[in-house]
């Protein structure tokens, strides 16, 4: 007779030990999935605060001031130059300056003497030239150009992320305030007047504009870059190199970011893209019909055999924020 040895098992230390397994799984398992970066997990409770002292603002101050001084603009030229020197004053209204109830900034409007020397024949250089800087230590490098009326073009404001000073160790000039799109103080021209009493356009010169009377029907020359090249409002031929093609309103190819910014909101700014940073925009080729310095090449009735021309438009950027040829260095700012 075969007797068989029978082997005892504890079933309650099985199961214990089974749930055990099934516990450590199912943890384990939960644990991977808070990793996740939904913006509804509750696990995440130390999200940066996107919340800004800037905000998406458009306000304009009135422009019911007469200037006391007269507008000086002289312009002359050599073979290789064109000179123009001016008071920086413009004919129009402006806003109030200088401090006071209802003053825009304390700035008072002075007259300045200025010359500023460019190329008569410029070219395109080899890459485009940025007014501000995001390198090193970053800022505005140019103004980007002087009208016919004797005042510059400067479209690029020295605010900077996180809006302590531009002497701030954390000073991040990628992310700059646009200024046509914030409260800096600007008059109904798009200007204000900076601490020496020079009055500049930061966009379109309403007023200036207005004053000209500019036809939709014909291409209207307002000035010019710091490279020599000539400055155009709105308008120009649907074809470029056709003088007999209709007018039309020429459009940037420039639009608004979609979604949030990637800053973390201490060293770079969140929240979604709304216009109030100029790096809020990007360049779309093709987008409009004209190129990343808000420009093209064509002919004009005072370049009948054809220039590279920039546009002053309505939407972003309003002026151009390239060169594409090589800026005077009268329009260079600390020099």
């Known amino acids: 007779m075969v007797k068989y040895k029978v082997k005892r098992y504890n079933l309650s230390n099985i199961n ?41 603002d458009n306000t304009r101050g009135a422009c019911n001031e007469q200037l006391s001084f007269n507008s000086e603009f002289e312009e002359t030229a050599t ?3 064109r000179i123009i020197t001016s008071n920086s004053i413009p004919e129009h209204l402006v806003g109030l300056f200088g401090g006071g109830a209802g003053s825009l900034n304390p700035n008072a409007i ?18 485009l030239t940025p007014l501000l800087s995001t390198s090193g230590n970053g800022g505005p490098q140019y103004s980007f150009g002087i009208l016919l009326n004797g005042v510059e073009l400067d479209p690029v404001a020295a605010e900077p992320f ?7 160790a954390n000073v991040n000039w990628e992310w700059n305030l646009e200024a ?35 036809p939709t029907n014909q291409m209207t020359l307002i000035g010019y870059a710091a490279d020599g090249f000539p400055i155009y409002y709105k308008y120009a ?17 420039y639009q608004l970011k979609s ?20 790096n809020d925009y990007e360049y779309i080729e093709g987008l409009g019909t004209l190129d990343e310095a808000n420009g093209r090449t064509g002919v004009t009735a005072e370049f009948p055999e054809g220039t590279y021309y920039y546009i002053i438009t309505d939407d972003f950027p309003s002026v151009p924020r390239y060169f594409k040829g090589i800026p005077s260095q009268d329009f260079k700012f600390g020099v």
């Open 162 to 168: 996180p809006h302590e000073g531009i002497l701030s």
């Open 259 to 278: 979604g949030n910014r990637p800053g973390d909101g201490v060293t770079a700014p969140c929240d979604i893209y709304n216009g109030i940073y100029s």
């Open 180 to 214: 046509l799109n914030v409260n800096l103080g600007l008059d109904c021209n798009n200007a204000h007047v900076q601490p020496t009493g020079k009055y500049h356009y930061h966009g379109s010169p309403i007023l200036y504009l207005e004053n000209l009377n500019i």
């Open 16 to 56: 214990f030990r089974y749930f055990l397994l099934i516990t450590f799984i199912i943890s384990v398992l939960t644990s991977c999935s808070t990793g996740n970066t939904d913006s509804s997990d509750e696990i995440i409770t130390t999200a940066v605060d996107c919340a800004t002292d800037q905000v998406l």
């Open 110 to 127: 002075a007259e300045q003497s200025v010359t500023y020397t460019l190329d008569l024949n410029p070219t395109i250089a080899n890459s």
């Open 79 to 81: 073979e290789t130059r």
């Open 237 to 253: 031929y649907s074809e470029s190199t056709d003088n007999t093609s209709e007018i039309i309103e020429m459009t940037s190819s």
